[in-house]
Antibody, heavy 119, light 107 residues
Framework: EVQLVESGGGLVQPGKSLRLSCAAS????????MSWVRQAPGKGLEWVAY????????FSVDSVKGRFTISRDNAKNSLYLQMNSLRVEDTAVYHC????????????WGQGTTVTVSS | DIQMTQSPSSVSASVGDRVTITCRAS??????LAWYQQKPGKAPKLLIY???ILQSGVPSRFSGSGSGTDFTLTISSLQPEDFATYYC?????????FGPGTKVDIK
């Protein structure tokens, strides 16, 4: 079964750090772009960051640049999001998602891990 | 960054109705557009990619069209399981921005 499972979320104070992980199974992880997408409570989807198959290219949205770092370990079939200097507005459910081999749609999603930034 | 807008923001419809949702990009994105369905508490589900290609397993009552800046998602005959929020997303250039969503609820 093709699956993505996120972990690492939790309650954290503003200014602190958190590292999210996404474990992939059921497909050849190293063949796919991977992304993080978040959804604040009651809000829409926000694309956060992307990394290409071998990790040589990445991109993140302006609101997290300089604070969040996406990375991957193809040997461990895992995607990561290192989140530093967290802000209250980073509170959201964070999903990892696979980009399909054609068309660039996000065709496999994890159920998400919840990050709450609050003092 | 490319901005995505959707209309309407919400629509009330009945089972069997035809529903059309519009998505507009702030600049041309060719056919690099995807549509997703999201139900409360669930992860989004890919419905359509490359503007008009139906994702495997998605019912044929869903269809997409458009290119450039204007796109539509059509549900030809609304079913009870289709009540959800629908998002478009451009995949032409980073960041791959989403539209604000369209909520389809029961009339």
């Amino acid at each position: 079964e093709v699956q993505l499972v996120e972990s690492g979320g939790g309650l954290v104070q503003p200014g602190k750090s958190l590292r999210l992980s996404c474990a992939a199974s059921g497909f050849t992880f190293s063949r796919h772009w991977m992304s993080w997408v978040r959804q604040a409570p009651g809000k829409g989807l926000e694309w956060v960051a992307y990394m290409n198959q071998d990790g040589s290219e990445k991109f993140s949205v302006d609101s997290v640049k300089g604070r969040f770092t996406i990375s991957r370990d193809n040997a461990k079939n895992s995607l990561y999001l290192q989140m530093n200097s967290l802000r209250v507005e980073d509170t959201a459910v964070y999903h990892c998602a696979r980009t399909a081999a054609t068309g660039r749609g996000l065709d496999v999603w994890g159920q998400g891990t919840t990050v709450t930034v609050s003092s | 960054d490319i901005q995505m807008t959707q209309s309407p923001s919400s629509v009330s419809a009945s089972v069997g109705d035809r529903v059309t949702i519009t998505c507009r990009a702030s600049q041309g994105i060719s056919s690099w557009l995807a549509w997703y369905q999201q139900k409360p508490g669930k992860a989004p589900k890919l419905l359509i990619y490359a503007a008009s290609i139906l994702q495997s397993g998605v019912p044929s009552r869903f269809s997409g069209s458009g290119s450039g800046t204007d796109f539509t998602l059509t549900i030809s005959s609304l079913q009870p399981e289709d009540f959800a929020t629908y998002y478009c997303q451009q995949a032409n250039s980073f960041p791959f921005t989403f539209g604000p969503g369209t909520k389809v609820d029961i009339k």
